[in-house]
């Protein structure tokens, strides 16, 4: 498997990287003037660009809450991207405080700046890795000694996806990871897809990732989204946009105690399909656990 992409990352300053675009769009200031110009390009055509991302990564926030509030005490973040706003690690400690995370990326800066932000915790580690190659990544976290694949843990692979252009390949990364999973275990994906988004603003936003850092990005249908998940039983509310996966009501930030409780609570109402236009789809899926 290629282990690397088909331009450099992560020190290249001229050429668009797709952690830094996203920092960008996520308000951090971690970009550089390409990135910038990549982002205005995209923005151009597509301005919900960067409410759908602000979206996306409140989805993580309220996924890894929700999962740590079912117990899950290991994770495993995929394309960890750029410590813009708040991490795996901070949402997961407050509520459960010994959580291990593993984060992965192939992006040497991520990583660094991971590192960084890690330096000194005993139960966090970032890895350097290509997750084109799951067998290599499974093999360093569980080296380690911070993921122990015979208990539960929860997988993330959020907005990376669709920086593989082969469905086949895409499909084969994640099933190879989903394998792995325990019973108990649970996999959260969010992955881009066109929806409503006219075809001029598609082929603008391809044209700007095709000079990115990841080569292109391949935005999928419900349908190819949703098979990422076979064999899983899928959490409500399924497979919706970011933004009305288990959205909080409106308010002051919850307390754990709300978070928990706001878990088993019935999903809030879906979107029709029809009517979202570029989005990020999320789902999180489990394994179930076997009957005692
Ligand atoms: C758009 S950011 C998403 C960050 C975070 N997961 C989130 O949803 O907020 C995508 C990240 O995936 C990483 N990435 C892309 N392709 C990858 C690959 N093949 N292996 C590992 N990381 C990859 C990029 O370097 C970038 O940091």
């Known amino acids: ?28 200031s971690d970009n550089s003037a390409a990135d910038r110009a990549a982002a205005a390009k995209i923005a151009q055509t597509t301005p919900e660009v960067v409410e759908r991302v602000r979206e996306n990564r409140d989805f993580l926030g309220r996924a890894v809450e929700f999962l740590a509030a079912l117990g899950i005490r290991q994770f ?3 394309g960890t991207g750029l410590p813009t706003r708040q991490s795996v690690h901070q949402v997961a ?77 895409a499909a084969q990364i994640v099933a190879a990871f989903r394998e792995q999973m325990a019973p108990g275990s649970y996999l959260a994906i969010s992955h881009a897809t066109a929806g409503t988004m006219s075809s001029d603003s598609l082929a603008q936003a391809k044209q700007v990732y095709a000079s990115s850092s990841a080569g292109s990005i391949t935005l999928r249908p419900p349908d190819e989204i949703e098979a990422f998940f076979d064999g899983l039983e899928l959490e409500k509310p399924g497979i919706v946009p970011v933004a009305y996966w288990r959205p909080r009501p409106r308010g002051p930030e919850l307390a754990v105690t709300d978070v928990v409780q706001f878990a088993g609570s019935p999903p809030p109402t879906a979107v029709p399909p029809a009517t979202y236009g570029p989005a990020f789809l999320a789902g999180v899926a489990g394994r179930p656990a076997n009957p005692q």
């Open 93 to 169: 400690r407050r509520v459960v405080p010994a959580a291990h995370v593993a984060y992965v990326d192939y992006d040497p800066a991520v990583v660094g700046h991971a590192r960084a932000l890690l330096a000194g915790d005993p139960d966090a580690v970032a890895i350097e890795a290509d997750m084109r190659e799951p067998a290599l990544i499974l093999r360093r976290v569980t080296e380690q000694g911070f993921i122990n694949l015979d208990q539960p843990v929860a997988i993330l692979m959020l907005a990376v996806l669709h920086f593989v252009p082969d469905t086949a390949q």
């Open 1 to 28: 498997m290629n282990a690397g992409g088909p331009m450099s990352r992560g020190v290249d300053e001229d050429v668009p990287n797709v952690a830094r675009i996203y920092d960008y769009f996520l308000g951090g």
């Open 76 to 78: 495993l973040d995929i």
